[in-house]
């Protein structure tokens, strides 16, 4: 099925361990983005890509890397745990402009992360 | 820079009650694009609607509606006679949907809608 798929859909860490969330589109989406979102703050932007090759920072992008070596996948990664990333994180693509289709963007299921 | 504002954080109504919700957004871009979208206690985010900056019809979708704007920087969604399965968190997004603009979609904090039998 077509659409924006993330792994895993739950994680433990403990504080100071390293791991990547994977997302997946299958839609030749040019723009990916990363989501974390907290209660209350609805979601904020951590990184964002507008093509292969083309990453940079949104809102929130401390302890986060990405890279998109290829337009399907746009993997994030923790570089050392904090319990200040316990959180939910979300992917997302789309097209741009004229466009994006009449719901916009395509998100994936979440990815729930819990630092302890 | 974009903002979305929705300054309600949390609504009770009993089933039956209509009930608003209130987005306010902040954008320097005369084309953009608004959603609306519902997370239920599932968790996914469903998507309801998007209006784009330069139309600015009114939309009524069964028991929901949505009033834009443009001169209030507002968006607003009305549930009419909610009932129980609307309980869930509605949020509101904004996109100026350019590359340049690195196409983002900022969200409003979200609104927790709370429907009692």
């Known amino acids: 099925n077509a659409g924006v798929t993330q792994t895993p859909k739950f994680q433990v860490l403990k504080t100071g361990q390293s791991m990547t969330l994977q997302c997946a589109q299958d839609?030749?989406?040019?723009?990916m983005s990363w989501y974390r979102q907290d209660p209350g703050m609805g979601l904020r932007l951590i990184h964002y890509s507008v093509g292969a090759g083309i990453t940079d920072q949104g809102e929130v992008p401390n302890g986060y890397n990405v890279s998109r070596s290829t337009t399907e996948d746009f993997p994030l990664r923790l570089l050392s745990a904090a319990p200040s990333q316990t959180s939910v994180y979300f992917c997302?693509?789309?097209?741009?402009?004229?466009?994006?289709?009449?719901?916009?963007?395509?998100f994936g299921s979440g990815t729930r992360l819990t630092v302890v | 820079a974009q903002k979305v504002t929705q300054a309600q954080t949390e609504i009770s109504v009993v089933e039956k009650e209509d009930v608003t919700l209130d987005c306010v957004y902040e954008t320097r871009d005369t084309t953009y694009y608004l959603f609306w979208y519902k997370q239920p206690p599932s968790g996914e985010l469903v998507f309801l609607i998007r209006?784009?900056?330069?139309?600015?019809q009114n939309e009524i979708s069964g028991r929901y509606s949505w009033n834009f704007q443009k001169s209030t920087s507002s968006f607003n969604f009305t549930i009419t006679a909610s009932q129980v399965v609307d309980s869930a968190v509605y949020f509101c997004?904004?996109?100026?949907?350019?590359?340049?603009?690195?196409?983002?979609?900022?969200f409003g904090g979200g609104t927790r809608v709370l429907v009692k039998p």
């Open positions: 997302a693509s789309s097209l741009f402009g004229r466009e994006l289709p009449h719901y916009g963007y395509t």
């Open positions: 839609m030749n989406h040019e723009y």
């Open positions: 209006r784009n900056s330069f139309d600015e």
């Open positions: 997004a904004l996109s100026e949907a350019s590359k340049a603009a690195g196409n983002k979609l900022t």
